[in-house]
């Protein structure tokens, strides 16, 4: 079913969402905002879904109210492994300990994030913002196995999706680097900027992982990142960790963003619409609703530099992530204290 936007174009809906009997699907960040709605909605449609989240107690308070909202439809399945953005660790544990449990992956919904918050390295050595991508990365890449071993499978349909940006376009005011550790770490005149960039790198692996599954031999697994808009979650705990003096001002700023229901619709569409293989979306960029959108010349990186320095950097601090979670101690690196879910 589809409905229609105030300007008159035809607008996707979960209510088109096909029937998910019998398929699973990751959805990291699931315990709150866009990933509860699309953990929530894939579960609807019949999935069984993970949910990827730090925090233990929050995530299974947010599977039973999933499924108290789901109990007159279904039987939701609807399972939690523990996740940390920031640990490349945690990542490769997650991954593991979901392929002991299932024998197929069909729907990876990479939607965890951090936005504008101070400076502060990780416990790899990392700057927090930088594991938008860093943290995905090693997520994804420990499950690209059993990933292409679904793709093998009679009419599978698999999806990779990384939640990226608008605010990727603030990466244009620095000069990106992720040639080295250095380079991704770099301080910027504004928190946004490292936001940005942070950003950028989800569209960059999107572009490589495309890339290099389609050279692989596996033509049939579709990566996508994804815009949802302006949405009212959590996420603003960043800008106000960053800039206390605007908390009076949150609850006006609400009012102009739009509901976490409506901002995960370009991510659902994105991990289900049998469109997305229709119109052939392979490291298609959507912003809301569902509509592909021109990248600009950075996050098309065509040379594909960008995309692939971030690629071998990943590889080697995944070999190197017990050596780094040492070594950040003595990073000669300003740091300062952040909350993060």
């Known amino acids: 079913m589809l409905g229609f936007s105030l300007f008159g174009g035809k607008q996707w809906e979960v209510s088109s969402i096909p029937d998910l009997s019998g398929r699973v699907a990751i959805v990291t960040g699931g315990n709150t905002g866009l ?22 107690t929050r995530a299974l308070a947010a599977i039973e109210k999933i499924k108290k909202e789901l109990e007159s439809e279904l ?38 994030g951090i936005m504008a918050t101070p400076y502060e390295l ?51 005011l620095g000069t990106p680097d992720f040639s080295s550790l250095e380079g991704l770490n770099q301080k910027t005149w504004s928190t946004w900027v490292r936001y940005g960039m942070s950003k950028l790198t989800n569209i960059l692996f999107t572009n490589e992982l495309q890339k290099r599954l389609d050279e692989s031999g596996t033509t049939n697994i579709y990566c996508l990142s994804v815009h949802p808009g302006g949405v009212s979650t959590e996420l603003t705990r960043g800008p106000l960790q960053s800039w206390p003096f605007l908390a009076p001002l949150e609850r006006i700023a609400r009012m102009f963003l739009v509901t976490p229901e409506q901002g995960a619709l ?50 080697s601090l995944e070999l190197e992530a017990s050596v780094l979670g040492l070594f950040a101690r003595f990073l000669i690196l300003p740091r300062c204290d952040a909350v993060h879910s």
Not at 289 to 310: C, H, M, N, V, W
Request: charged fraction near 25%.
């Open 35 to 56: 990933g509860y709605i699309t953990v929530r909605e894939l579960a609807r449609k019949g999935a069984r879904v993970y949910m990827f989240s730090r925090t233990e």
């Open 266 to 315: 370009t991510q659902l569409y994105a991990a289900t619409s049998p469109e997305v293989e229709e119109k052939d979306l392979k490291a298609a960029l959507l912003f809301p609703i569902a509509q592909p959108k021109y990248k600009t010349s950075l996050a098309e990186d065509k040379d594909g530099r960008l995309g692939g320095d971030f690629w071998t950097l990943l590889q």
């Open 122 to 172: 990780s416990p790899d050595g990392i700057e927090i913002q930088a594991c938008n991508g860093t943290g995905h990365f090693a997520l994804t890449v420990s499950l690209l196995a059993l990933l292409k071993e679904t793709a093998a499978m009679p009419d599978s349909h698999v999806r990779i999706v990384n939640v990226s940006s608008g605010g990727y376009l603030a990466a244009h």
């Open 75 to 112: 039987n939701p399945e609807v399972e939690y492994i523990n996740f940390d953005l920031l640990s490349l660790k945690s990542a490769k544990k997650a991954a593991e300990e979901f392929v002991q449990r299932e024998k197929r992956l069909d729907i990876l919904v990479n939607n965890a």
